[in-house]
């Protein structure tokens, strides 16, 4: 059975096993007849062996076809369309690079991370800049490089990006970023389309209204239309087309007052991936279709010329490419309370399940064949009792030295690491085809120390 990607589905249970532990295989992820995990071609001992542990491992394959899914499922509706990966899920300059070979532009949200693509060489052109906060500096930076696109956030950005531009005497396209006042059904923590959110600009109290007219004033500003992006790790699309009939009813209102026709609706990122059995997404072409199904009818519904359908995933490009490989160490076994095994990294490598309580599948990558003896909670090696990486997971008894694998990695986590601890951030390598290239290196105690004064 394939997954739609081309890839064959496969789900792997141990055998002898009673308590259903198992890993899904995204990708080119198999098992070799020595039972070990490979990834691009290559097994993940070796890997670690090679790069050492903890280890970023991006299935490069899987990326690529991943982004090639959203060009043909948006080829398939018809409409005008522009793709962009979401930069903040995992950016470095190979990865840049890659979004450029496939066709997809680039949603930067910082300073930083315009630098990196800026670095890599990738087309300002095709940068999109977000934030909420979008510092002077910033945008000057942004301005200079020829950016293509500002998602305008704020009243306060209107002004300013409009002065900066004219300081600079380039024109600035751009969207004005709004919350529809739709609630996603995710974390709290992730959901960013409501009435009550810092980012964008209300609909219904009419803020929204407030900062496209003052935008549509502005000089300097040439405005393509609007965005919205309701939440991430979002199964569904009952929250899009929520959002997309209150915005359209919007535009229609502005139409009318000052004749504006959106040519752009971005409709952000927010595809859910699956992490563990519990996620069901539903295939990317069926829910595109059912977004385009829903602009179609909601344009026509007001009278409003269909706009291009913008997009911006992040999640859904790299997450299910991404894998952790660790070293475990300690076992420690409580009796009648719990068991623990602990890994050479931890929240600084693998903040969402503290932070969001989320859920991963584990396997031992050197005995993916191995019969779960018990379940065990990953834990990594930082002084909270909150770093854990996944909670009571059946694995055959860990020993120590064996190579623990996380599957579904790839996005938020090296994004979101940190040195806390002063921890070293893992090296990132990418396989494809039986190579390996290292595209981001393990940092050094000598990079702890790099910027500090005496
Ligand atoms: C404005 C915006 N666009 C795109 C994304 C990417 O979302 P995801 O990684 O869920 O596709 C995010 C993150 O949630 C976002 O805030
Ligand atoms: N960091 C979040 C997503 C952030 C979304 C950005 N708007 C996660 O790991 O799920």
Known sequence: MEDGRGFARRHVTPEHCSRLPSMHLSGSAHINPAGELVIGGLPAPELAERFGTPLFVYDEALIREQCRRFHRALQKTGLDHQVSYASKAFLCRALARLMAEEGLGLDVVSGGELYTALAAGFDPAHIHLHGNNKLDSELRRALAAGVGCYVVDSLDEVARLNTLAGELGTRARCLLRVTPGVEAHTHDFIQTGAADSKFGLNLASG?????????????????????????????????????????????????????????????????????????????????????????????????????????????????????????????????????YVSVDGGMSDHLRTALYGADYEVALANRMHGAPQGTYTVVGKLCESGDVVARDKPLPEPRHGDLLAVSCTGAYHYAMSSRYNAMLRPAVVFVKDGEAREVVRRETYDDLLRGQLD
């Open 207 to 339: 803020q929204a209204s407030e900062a496209l007219r003052a935008m549509l004033q502005a000089e300097w500003l040439d405005v393509l239309g609007v965005h919205f992006h309701i939440g991430s790790q979002i199964f569904g699309t009952e929250g899009t087309r929520a959002a997309l009939a209150r915005v359209l009813a919007w535009l229609a209102g502005e139409r009318e007052h000052s004749g504006f026709a959106a040519r752009v609706l971005n409709i952000g990122g927010g595809f859910g991936i699956r992490y563990t059995g519990a996620d069901q997404p539903q295939p990317l072409e069926d829910l595109l279709a059912e977004v385009a199904a829903a602009l179609r009818a909601g344009a026509a519904e007001h009278r409003l010329p269909l706009p291009q359908l913008w997009l911006e995933p992040g999640r859904s490009i790299v997450g299910e490419a991404g894998w952790t490989l660790y070293t475990v160490g300690t076992v420690k076994q409580i009796p009648g309370v719990r068991n």
